[in-house]
């Protein structure tokens, strides 16, 4: 089974990732991780020294690896989806499956975090929710095309696990 899970930043899609593949006993991956692992960079640093356009080239490129895997779970970043037709290359390789939390839960797990995140690291509470409320209405085109989507209390191990079934 290949799963993409994806949706906003702080939405626990590194989190699903591990307690996923652990269940599935697959591989479970983080295409951030990865990214700074190939380039030798934190995100932050891509950002900073390279640009947005070319971290969302290298995120595509490695995004397209698991087109060789034949079974894991990957978390995307949260912007994954709206660059580079990855979204119609993800429904094409796997299932798709939209993690998505209310902005005030993201707003509280993202505060600790802002320094690691470049698009958030500059704002205030305020402006955070402000900002990820933006995000969410330009990415939410992308993120409806998923083929599963968990809000609320479907974002659960019952949740998952009948998606599993599903596809199993």
């Known amino acids: 089974m290949k799963i993409f899970l994806l949706g906003m930043m702080g939405t626990g899609k590194s ?3 591990k307690k996923l593949s652990k269940k599935l006993k697959n591989g479970g991956y983080d295409l951030d991780f990865l990214i700074e692992s190939h380039e030798e960079r934190t995100i932050a ?3 900073d020294e390279e640009g947005e356009a070319y971290f969302r080239k290298t995120e595509a490129k490695i995004l397209r690896w698991f087109g060789e895997k034949k079974t894991f779970v990957l978390a995307t970043g949260g912007g994954t989806p709206c660059f580079h037709e990855n979204m119609d290359w993800m429904n094409k390789n ?3 499956i939209w993690i998505d939390e209310p902005i005030d839960i993201l707003v509280e797990r993202l505060k600790p ?3 690691h995140r470049p ?3 500059e704002l ?3 402006e955070l929710a402000d900002f990820l409320s933006r995000k969410l209405a330009e990415r ?3 993120y409806r095309q998923a083929t599963y989507h968990l809000h609320g209390n479907a974002i659960s191990d019952a949740g998952f696990a009948k998606i599993i079934k599903e596809n199993g």
């Open 15 to 17: 989190y699903w990732t």
């Open 113 to 115: 975090e802002k320094e």
């Open 45 to 47: 640093e891509l950002f």
């Open 94 to 96: 796997g299932i798709t």
């Open 140 to 142: 939410d085109s992308f």
């Open 124 to 126: 205030s509470d305020h």
């Open 119 to 121: 698009l958030i690291r």
